[in-house]
Structures are given as structure tokens and as C-alpha cells.
């Protein structure tokens, strides 16, 4: 019978994979025996495999139901920056006005019902004076949210800051971090996320974290399948078919909750769902190449920039007033945003503007073409728009749009890393999008087209330019040719198979040199041997393992003859996790491998519980215990916690061989042998200090086991 | 599986939707059909909403009063673009209402935290028996904790109390742990 303790982990340390797949294959097997015997044991077994499906449908429920969440309450708060709407507070401007009749073709957005600050307070609603009072109160609706957010992070929950995605793809590979999964990191992101959003910094609500990041991904897209993508390229270690087919499951549910209480009112999924049918030409493969090389080198810079700030904050006086970062970057955010109307606007409503296609019913300033001839419109039907020359509005648009382009690259490097809850795909498909959109309509003014065809499509372009950077100012591997995530997203967005030529396209020509979740992780030190990089120095397990030459010999077990005193001497002079046990000094024949926290707890547990054994005691680790003279005390048996088939290498393997071994095992240590005899042990914190060594990265970042 | 083309996606979700959010549709208020009517020769453009189901909604039944007469309706009524539109004002109001209730908790809970329980155990204690830490007011409940474990063995609380009491003692802790290791050390690992 297994002590209570024995197999459980430290916190910050890595799971032993192969310990836990032996565990949970006994146990199916177990289950599996025993449900011959008893219906109820077979109910057991039959609810034991429907368990995995019925936690994925509640937490599909749960993931759509926080986001639909989210999403209403942001909406909401980011509107109270500019106004109140009297029939009920709750609802957003967008909404106030939902039954209103006065609104009219060219100001959409007035009705009597929605008040802004400056008509309640000061009675006013055009006018300087006016436009101060939007401005400081605009500026203080930003400064509240922002300081609650940073404080209610900090007093409950501050794991809660950052995106997370680095933190996940770590927790996933194995490494436990207690507390960063847990009840109040999920409340405090919650409810901070929403602040945070409204607050008008830039970030993006990044998607609510759970372990099936699929799902997360499902319900800030739309998009399932782009989710399940997104889980199996980005995030998981080790992704079996299984694991597959129900973060479909969980994505698909997750889907279906959100569009059940229907955020938007309008049956979609997502603020920016568009359509887009218009064929395109071939000549536009130029302009949408040069989106993808504009995404690659967006990506690159923001993610050195961004890293360097990140590095700058950890280690000068930067770091130590975060609550006071947050206020500063949010009063410089709000006072550069308020006068350009692009700016101004959350960054969800900034793009789905920004893919809007101007038709005729249009009247932003986007769409601010001169109108054409009143008697041809008489048999003009639809939205032949081919070949409009640039009006007013349009011209103020395209250099607000260019000024915000300028303005948002350099805040979101800023904004990234702060003590919010922050995400970073919304930011970045503003970028992508804003340049699109000004790529789309200087191409459209060009006048390349045909007339009376339909032409070039500048909303395409704008999500064209999303899709590139989003792609790449993300966490993909970079020898990856083809961003699949990105690619399935868009086409779930925009629902046609005739982009997706486009997509491919652009990512293949859009590659960074670096990713920002793995320069995160190796940021922060942690232990996560990246699936994909690969090993290409050629040198033998014997250069990596440990103790090296000039180190004290390994501190062995051996299988009998050393007493509780003795081993706990041993282990308390070292800080290894983990001790082999050989058959004898001698020898060095491998009998097996023991774990430190399970060798600390059975001892502390024999002393107190079992009788007789004190210090002097033998500690045997056969099966067979030896004969003990009469006056001995009781030995104690520590066969049942000792690992009795640990892995083995010899020391001329090859090193990409054994990092092979270690990441498709998810090993944890190994141990190396030479003519049959131990020689040295190589963990996984051994190879990723070697991996650094010969990328000339600074060893001693890796900081755990 | 194949790819789901959002639109037959969202047909088929909006049958489940139906039947699940069958009793908004006596909330007159939250259907609208809105027509979006450009500019016609003369005539302005205008945006026309009315309550009506989904089968009325087209640009005959939704534009009052019609600003052109006879032969012209057919051609300015092909320009105008109608949608149907639904939301649940319910779900909104029920939304913020719960955010809102969910934050004053919080704030009020933070509060309590940082200003109210210190006040409180100074109070009770004096300022003899505590070491007055000038490094973290918020976060060092160090001495506190062992004052409140004093008080509790001295009054001999019933053991509920004691366990809601440890428990949130050891979440403070944990949390004050957090705190040092991602805001003063800039990691998340201590």
C-alpha cells in the first residue's frame, strides 16, 4: 500500500512522464480487470472512460460561458469611457441605441439615450469646453480601471498577470507550478481582463487560460479548428489522437455556449466576422507578398524590442514600481489616443472596421469615396464600387490611420509584459490590419483595375495583413514553413476556401528569426526543452553527464549496507533529486533509481510508525533481506519506492540520440553507463545548460530541475 | 471531420439557439429588423428600424413612410439592405450586474485586506507586542499571523472558525510568495 506522499512532486519541479504513464496504465488496467467481475465495477469502468468526454463538455461550457462574459462586460466598461446611456446602464452605447429611431444615415451613433460626459456634466455637446470634459473624463475612466486591475492582481492573485502562454506550454511539458492554475488566478484574470481591455491600454483579451488552450482559442476566434490547431502546434508536449478528437469536443461546445448568449446580438461569434466573395486577380499577389515580408519583419522587431524592454524592467529600477508603470503607460496611452478616432476605439472594433468593405450603405470616414454620377446610379444595383477616386473623408482617414499605425507599433512593445492580464493578438492584428488597409486603398487609387469589374477589395487586404502578423508576432517555432493556425483562423473568419492560396503565401513569407514564447521562456529560466529545435552539435552523452571530471564522485545507494543514518546523512549533504542504487561501491552494477522526496517521506515514515527502526538500522533495497545478527534492529525495506527499470545510455551515445530519448519519453534524468558500470547521471537541466553553452546563452539562466 | 462552413455552422446553431432561447422572443424589444437605405436621387439616406419577425422583414414592410411613390419603390428598395436582428437584453443586464457585484466584492475583500484587518489586530494588540515591519504594508502579515494564532489558542475558538482562519492564513501567504517572486523578481518562479 503506497504512503500518502510517496509520488507526488515538489513544487517547481518536473513530472517524471514515464512514471506517471506506467501509473495511470495500471490503473486502467486494473479497472478494466475488475469489470468482469460486478456490473457496478463495470459502470465504474464505463464512467471512467466517459469521465475524460464529460470533462471536456464542462469545461467547453465553462470556457463559453466566461468568454460570452467577458466579452458583454468589456464592451460595456470600454463604452462608459465616453458615456452613460439612460434607459439602463448596463447597456453599451452600441446597444443604447438599439431601439432608438433617431439615429440617422450619417451619425449612426447619436441618439438621444446615450448621454456622453460632457452633455451630462456639462450640458454641452459640441464645442471645445465639450471636448475637454470627454477628454479628462476619458482619461479617468482609463486610470481607474488600469489602477484597480494592477491592484487586484496584486493583492490576490499575481500569477494572474501576463498572457500566460509561455507559463501553459511549460506546466504542460511537466513542470508544476502550484497555484498558477488555480480558483483565483482564474477570478482575478477574469475580472481584470475586463478592466484591463477597457482601460484602452494596448493589449488584447487574450483567450481565458485552461488546460485545453483549444478551447480558449475557439471562443476568442470563432474558430474550433483553428483552436485544436493552435493546441497541438503551440502548446502541448505530447499530443496523442485521443487528446485531439476532445479539445474538438471542448472547442466545439465551448463554440456552441458562446454563440448561445450571443455577446453581439447579431448571431455571430466574433466582432469581426466578415464575407468575402470577389475574386481576385493575379496581379494582387505582389502587394499581399509584400504584406507577408512587412508581418515577418513587424514580428522580428516587436519581439527583440518587446524582450529588451522586458529585459530592461527586470533588472533596473523600472521593475520596482509596477503598480505606477501601469498608471504611467495608461495616462500616456489614453492622452496620445483620445484626439484620432482610430485610436480612440477598442482594438476589436478598430479591425472589424478595418475589414469592412465599403459598399453604399457605408457612411464612415473609410468610406468617404466621392460619390458617383447621380444618373448612373440609377441603374447602378448593389455594390459596384470599381474605381472611385479618394474624397475628403477618405484622405483624413488614411493619415489618422497612419499616425495610429505609428502609434500602436511603439505602445503595444511597451504594453506587453505589464502587471495586467494582457494578450497579444488583437494588437498585433491591428497592426497588420491598419496596414492592409492603407496598402488596399493606394492600390485601389493606383487604378489597376478594369473598369466596371470588381476591383481590389481593401478591407481583403486589411485582413490579409492581420492574418501576417498575427502569424508572427506569436509563439510559432521558426523553422515551421507553414503558419497552420493562422491559415485555419482566417478561413474560419472569413468562411471561403479562395484565401487560402493568399494565406500560404504569406506565410511562407513571413518568418522571423525568433519567436517571443520560447525568448519568454528562456527569459525566465524555465525548463522547457523546446519539441521542435534541433540538436545539431556532435557530442557524446559522456561530455554531458554529471559529476564531470573535476566533481566529487556520483553519491550512490547501495542495495544493502548502508544504514538510516547513513542515507539520511547523504541526503541531506546534497541537493540532488534523485539517487541511483547499486549493487555495491565496487561493482557500481545498476540495481535502480530513487526518487528524494519518496526516499524522505518512507523514512520519516518508518520512524515514526514502524517498529524499532532507528538510525542504526539496515536500509535493504533486495528482495531477499540478508540475515541479521540477533541484537540488530528491524531493517527497513525500501524495495516498493525504488524505480527498478530507469533508463540507461552509454556514455559514446550520441547526444541528439539522447535528447531523443528525453523529449518522446518526457524524461526527467538518465542515467549512463560505461561497460556495463555507472558512470554518471544527465538530467534534463544538464541539457538544456548544454544547449546554451553552444548557443552562447548565459548557462546558468536554467533555473530548475 | 471536414471543415463546417460557418454559414450551415451557424443555421445549425441557431436551431439549437431557438429552442434554448425560446422565452426571449416575449421581450418584443430585443427583435428588430433594421433597413439601411443609401441615397436615392434626391432623397437622403436613412435607416428605418421596426419590431417585427423575421418573415416581415423586408424593405416593403419595415420603410414608413415610403419617400418615393409607385414605379420608384422596386429600385430604391433593391438598394436598401435589410437584417434581422436579435439579442437578449436579459442576459446583458444579468451579465453586469454579476461583473459589478463580482468586482465591489473583490474591492471590498482587498480593502478589508489591506487597510481594515491591520487596524483591527493593532487594536487588539497594542503596538508593544508586534514588530512593525516598514517593508511591505500590504504584504507582510507575518506578525500578524502569529498574533492571530495567539488570540485564537487564548480564546479557544470552536475549531470551524480555526480552520477557516488557517486556511486563509496559508492562501495569504502563498499569495504574498507570488507577489515577491513576480513583482519584486520579475519571474514566476521563485
Known sequence: ?705 | LGFIPPEAASQLLGSFDAIINCHNSDNSEDIRCKCICPPYREIEGHIYKQNVSLKDCNCLHVVEPMPVDGKDVEAYCLRCECKYEERSSGTIKFTIIMYLSILGLLLLYMIYLTLLEPMLKRRLFGHSQLIQSDDDVVGDQQPFANAHNVLSRSHSRPNMLNKVEDAQQRWRRQVQEQRKSVFDRHVVLS
Not at chain 1, 88 to 116: A, Y
Not at chain 1, 470 to 487: I, M
Request: hydrophobic fraction near 45%; proline fraction near 5%; include cysteine.
Open chain 1, 1 to 705: 500500500m503506497p504512503l500518502p506522499g510517496v509520488g507526488t512532486y515538489e513544487d517547481f519541479n518536473t513530472i517524471d512522464w514515464v512514471r506517471e504513464k506506467t501509473r495511470d496504465r495500471d490503473r486502467h488496467r486494473e479497472i478494466t480487470k475488475k469489470s468482469r467481475q460486478s456490473t457496478i465495477a463495470l459502470l465504474r469502468s464505463v464512467s471512467d472512460a466517459f469521465s475524460g468526454w464529460l470533462l471536456m463538455l464542462l469545461v467547453g461550457l465553462m470556457a463559453g460561458a466566461l468568454a460570452g462574459g467577458i466579452d458583454i462586460a468589456a464592451h460595456w466598461l470600454t463604452d462608459m469611457k465616453e458615456g452613460v446611456c439612460l434607459v439602463g446602464f448596463w447597456f453599451n452605447h452600441e446597444h443604447c441605441c438599439w431601439t432608438s429611431n433617431e439615429t440617422t444615415f450619417q451619425e449612426r451613433d447619436k441618439c438621444p439615450q446615450w448621454q456622453t460626459w460632457a452633455q451630462l456634466i456639462a450640458g454641452q455637446s459640441e464645442g471645445a469646453f465639450a471636448y475637454i470634459v470627454n477628454y479628462l473624463m476619458y482619461l479617468f475612466w482609463a486610470l481607474l480601471f488600469s489602477f484597480l486591475a494592477v491592484s487586484l492582481v496584486r493583492a490576490f492573485a499575481p500569477y494572474a498577470c501576463g498572457s500566460g502562454i509561455p507559463e501553459i506550454k511549460t506546466i504542460l511539458s511537466g513542470f508544476i507550478i502550484r497555484g498558477y492554475l488555480g480558483k483565483w488566478t482564474l477570478i482575478t484574470k477574469t475580472i481584470t481582463l475586463v478592466l484591463a481591455v477597457s482601460s484602452g491600454l494596448s493589449l488584447g483579451k487574450e483567450e481565458v487560460l485552461s488546460a485545453a488552450a483549444a478551447v480558449g482559442v475557439s471562443v476568442a476566434f470563432g474558430a474550433p479548428i483553428g483552436g485544436v490547431l493552435f493546441s497541438l502546434e503551440e502548446v502541448s508536449y505530447y499530443f496523442p489522437l485521443k487528446t485531439l478528437w476532445r479539445s474538438f469536443f471542448a472547442a466545439l461546445v465551448a463554440a456552441f455556449t458562446l454563440r448561445s448568449i450571443n455577446p453581439f446580438g447579431n448571431s455571430r461569434l466574433v466582432l469581426f466576422y466578415v464575407e468575402f466573395h470577389a475574386p481576385w486577380h493575379l496581379i494582387e499577389l505582389a502587394p499581399f507578398i509584400l504584406l507577408g515580408i512587412f508581418g515577418g519583419l513587424w514580428g522580428a522587431l516587436f519581439i527583440r524590442a518587446n524582450i529588451a524592454w522586458c529585459r530592461r524592467r527586470k533588472t533596473t529600477r523600472l521593475g520596482h514600481y509596477p503598480v505606477m508603470e501601469v498608471l504611467v503607460v495608461t495616462a500616456i496611452t489614453a492622452l496620445l489616443a483620445y484626439p484620432n478616432s482610430y485610436t480612440r476605439m477598442s482594438g476589436a472594433e478598430l479591425i472589424s472596421e478595418l475589414f469592412n468593405d465599403c459598399s453604399l450603405l457605408d457612411s464612415s470616414q473609410l468610406c468617404g469615396y466621392q460619390q458617383p454620377n447621380v444618373n448612373a446610379s440609377d441603374t447602378a444595383v448593389g455594390n459596384t464600387l470599381a474605381d472611385r477616386p479618394a474624397g475628403e473623408g477618405l484622405y483624413t482617414a488614411l493619415w489618422q490611420l497612419a499616425l495610429a499605425l505609428v502609434f500602436k507599433m511603439l505602445i503595444t512593445v511597451v504594453t506587453f509584459g505589464m502587471k495586467v492580464p494582457s494578450g497579444l493578438f488583437i494588437p498585433s492584428m491591428a497592426v497588420g490590419a491598419i496596414a492592409g488597409r492603407l496598402l488596399g486603398v493606394g492600390m485601389e487609387q493606383l487604378g489597376w483595375c478594369s473598369p466596371g469589374a470588381d476591383c481590389i477589395t481593401p478591407g481583403l487586404y486589411a485582413m490579409v495583413g492581420a492574418a501576417a502578423c498575427l502569424g508572427k508576432a506569436r509563439f510559432t517555432v521558426w523553422r515551421d514553413p507553414h503558419d497552420g493556425v493562422s491559415v485555419v483562423i482566417m478561413f474560419e473568419l472569413t468562411g471561403g476556401l479562395e484565401y487560402i492560396v493568399y494565406l500560404f503565401i504569406i506565410s511562407v513569407h513571413s518568418r522571423p528569426s525568433l519567436c517571443l514564447s520560447p525568448a519568454h521562456i528562456r527569459l525566465n529560466g524555465y525548463p522547457f526543452l523546446e519539441p521542435k529545435e534541433e540538436f545539431e552539435h556532435s557530442s557524446l552523452a559522456v561530455d554531458v553527464m554529471r559529476p564531470r571530471r573535476s566533481d566529487p564522485p556520483l553519491a550512490v545507494l547501495t542495495q544493502n549496507g548502508m544504514t538510516v543514518g547513513e542515507v539520511e546523512t547523504l541526503v541531506e549533504s546534497t541537493n540532488f533529486s534523485g539517487f541511483p542504487v547499486v549493487v555495491s561501491p565496487e561493482s557500481q552494477r545498476l540495481v535502480g533509481f530513487l526518487f528524494r522526496r519518496d526516499l524522505l517521506i518512507s523514512i520519516d515514515n518508518a520512524r515514526k510508525c514502524q517498529e524499532g527502526v532507528v538510525s542504526a538500522s539496515q536500509v535493504i533495497f533486495t528482495e531477499h533481506t540478508p540475515s541479521q545478527p540477533p541484537e540488530a534492529p528491524p531493517p527497513l525495506r525500501l524495495r516498493g519506492i525504488m524505480d527498478l527499470s530507469p533508463f540507461t545510455v552509454t556514455d559514446h551515445t550520441p547526444m541528439d540520440i539522447t535528447v531523443d530519448i528525453f523529449r518522446k519519453l518526457g524524461l526527467r534524468q538518465c542515467l549512463v553507463t560505461r561497460n556495463g558500470r555507472l558512470l554518471g547521471i544527465i538530467t534534463k537541466k544538464d541539457i538544456l545548460k548544454h544547449m546554451a553553452q553552444i548557443a552562447n546563452r548565459d548557462p546558468d539562466s536554467i533555473l530548475f530541475n
